[in-house]
């Protein structure tokens, strides 16, 4: 998934179209909670568990078009019920749906992980574009950067226009929030195509140095393992084990800043797929000798 630093980016660039104050604090974090809590739907990763098969699994009903209308037309009614809101309660929703929406949108431009079933519940069918620019460090380029131009461009143009721009914009509120949030995206999913035991590798890309303060856990459709780590004179490796079919590998590690997810080009040798994890960390699958 892009990560929620995007989400929120994009939902409070939203807000500052549509909101009738840009700065309304409320609104606006009513929105980036919207756009990023849908990723819950695979809370289970950093425990070692699957992803939430009520929900249809990762990327799917809490990423359609009707679950955006349904959140957002709910929490427009439940969190702003009061009468001081009754003249903006419609463009509230309208906000809240299209910052929800457009989480699910975004993600069928990332070039990693499954489509997204856009129409549920008419159908669970995954759509993905046909052009994926949203690769680990290019959400700075594709998204970070333009939104926060939007945004300020936004700002200028409202202050320009009337002074209702009295509150101050809560940045730091929503930068805690998706930072938070934002540890929970270094998973990978990789469809194994060797039907030989796998092994899985975490060493350090560039220097080969100790790999300090590793943890994960690697997982399979029959179980759930952590990954291991032995530190040997000159360097730590860390693996775990995987059968072929779908594999979910989730690491961190100490220190991890979330922006640091983009950085790395994850390889995976016998598998089908690469995505970044951290900086200077690789994953690789090798089959086992
Ligand atoms: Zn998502």
Redesign the pocket.
């Known amino acids: 998934?892009p990560s929620s630093i995007s989400h929120g980016l994009v939902a409070v660039a939203v807000g500052g179209a549509i909101l009738p104050k840009l700065a309304s604090r409320r609104c606006l974090v009513a929105g980036v909670l919207c756009a990023i809590l849908?990723?819950l739907d695979a809370i289970g990763r950093p425990f070692g568990r699957g992803d939430l098969t009520f929900l249809g699994g990762h990327?799917a009903i809490t990423?359609s078009l009707a679950f955006a209308v349904l959140l957002g037309a709910v929490v427009a009614w439940a969190a702003f019920r009061d009468p001081r809101w009754d003249q903006h309660r419609l463009r509230i929703g309208v906000f809240l749906i299209v910052a929800t929406a457009l989480?699910g949108v975004l993600?069928a431009f990332a070039s990693y992980g499954d489509g997204v079933t856009l129409f549920w519940p008419y159908s669970m069918e995954r759509y993905s574009s046909p052009w994926q620019p949203l690769r680990g460090p290019n959400e700075i380029w594709w998204i970070w950067l333009p939104v926060l131009s939007v945004i300020l461009l936004l700002k200028r143009l409202r202050q320009s226009w009337s002074h209702e721009l009295s509150v101050k914009t809560p940045t730091g509120t929503l930068l805690l929030m998706t930072l938070a949030l934002g540890a929970c995206g270094t998973g990978v999913d990789c469809t194994l195509d060797d039907p030989a035991a796998i092994r899985l590798v975490v060493s350090d890309r560039v220097s080969g140095a100790p790999l300090v303060g590793i943890s994960g856990t690697v997982t399979s459709a029959s179980y759930s393992r952590p990954i291991l780590c032995y530190t040997s004179s000159d360097r730590e490796e860390c693996f775990g084990w995987a059968a072929s079919g779908r594999v979910a590998v989730q690491v961190t590690r100490e220190g991890f800043v979330p922006w640091d997810t983009a950085g790395v080009q994850v390889a995976f040798t016998g598998g089908a797929c690469s995505r970044p994890i951290m900086r200077d960390l690789v994953v690789r699958l090798q089959p086992t000798p």
Do not use: T
């Open positions: 998934m849908l990723d990327r990423h989480h993600d």
